[in-house]
């Protein structure tokens, strides 16, 4: 009988830590990249828009297609100065928050992003994903 509970208790602590060890794994972040991997990035239109609107003197209407190859990855970056709508012309694009929580963007679906938006993108996917993106920055 001794024995029995030694020998339980030899098990619960074992389940216990592996617990833990297994609960830290799955808790574990990806360190959001800083630089671009596998993305190509093509303006295909640029509009002052200070000379239509003055109030925004110094901005640029801009689209543009995104490229991701599979596994490919945009960097962490803010839309605090560059909000953007996105549309996903081809694949999934996930989308991830510094916390580490992501979200899927689907082909055929589009999102807004402004100013209270931090995150990275990348391509989970097997094929390449295309997306368009319209913004409005400081750059032509």
Known sequence: MKQTVVMLAVA??????????????LNAQQAPPTAPK??????????????QIPELQGRYLRARMRTL????????????ELPV?????R????????D???????????????KDVTHWATNKGTTPLTYLAVEIGKEP
């Not at 596998?38 to 000379?51: M, W």
């Not at 190859?69 to 605090?80: C, D, I, Q, T, V």
Request: net charge negative.
């Open 12 to 25: 619960l602590t074992m389940g216990i830590v592996l617990s833990a060890i297994g609960s830290q794994v």
């Open 85 to 89: 709508i996105l549309y996903v012309v």
């Open 69 to 80: 190859e599979p596994g490919g990855y945009g960097p962490l970056h803010s839309h605090k």
């Open 100 to 114: 580490g929580k992501c979200e899927d963007i689907r082909e055929g679906q589009a999102v807004a992003e402004g």
């Open 91 to 98: 694949g999934t694009l996930t989308v991830c928050l510094p």
């Open 38 to 51: 596998g993305q190509t990035v093509k303006t295909v239109a640029s509009l002052e828009i200070g000379t």
